[in-house]
């Protein structure tokens, strides 16, 4: 079993542009957590160095709010970057998420790892998912900036 969760998606737009859609708060907002979910621009904040923080609020269909915070690595643009992530505020997370960008043919391969942790194989199924969902609206982003 892997020790990893990896995702990787080939994005038809430069790498530039690509790394552009993590850090840039407009862009971050419309993408993360899918098309089904809000995050006002006004609860995301992205202090994109290292050791700065981010925390982005997801407005739920439901009514229900999920909040979201980490704090950034490594930032290597447009090639590299790393941050942890956590929806339980009060239990920092230590352990990074490193998401690289390579110029392919055609435009950018964009390559998402997560340690896997104690996650169970059905975890790790439905994180892959839900990182795809994600990165399907990011597809979206890109495409109307491209």
């Known amino acids: 079993m892997s020790n990893d969760?990896?995702?990787t998606r080939t994005f038809n737009a430069p790498?530039?542009?690509?790394?552009?859609a993590w850090t840039n708060?407009?862009?971050f907002s419309v993408?993360?957590?899918?098309?089904?979910?809000d995050v006002?621009?006004?609860t995301l904040s992205l202090d994109v160095r290292v050791g700065g923080a981010w925390n982005a609020v997801m407005?739920?269909?439901d009514g229900n709010q999920i909040h979201w915070v980490g704090e950034y690595t490594e930032v290597d643009p447009p090639e590299r970057l790393s941050f942890t992530m956590t929806d339980d505020p009060a239990n920092p997370s230590d352990v990074p998420i490193v998401v690289v960008f390579a110029e392919v043919a055609g435009g950018t391969e964009m390559t998402l790892t997560q340690l896997r942790g104690d996650?169970?194989?059905e975890q790790v199924e439905a994180t892959i998912m839900g990182y795809n969902g994600?990165?399907?609206s990011m597809e979206k982003v890109l495409a109307a900036q491209n």
Not at 15 to 20: A, G
Not at 31 to 37: L, P, S
């Open 15 to 20: 790498r530039e542009l690509v790394y552009e």
């Open 59 to 61: 407005q739920l269909p």
């Open 40 to 42: 006002p621009l006004d």
């Open 25 to 27: 708060p407009e862009h």
């Open 31 to 37: 993408w993360f957590g899918t098309d089904a979910v």
């Open 5 to 7: 969760v990896v995702v």
């Open 134 to 136: 994600f990165f399907d």
């Open 119 to 121: 996650f169970t194989q």
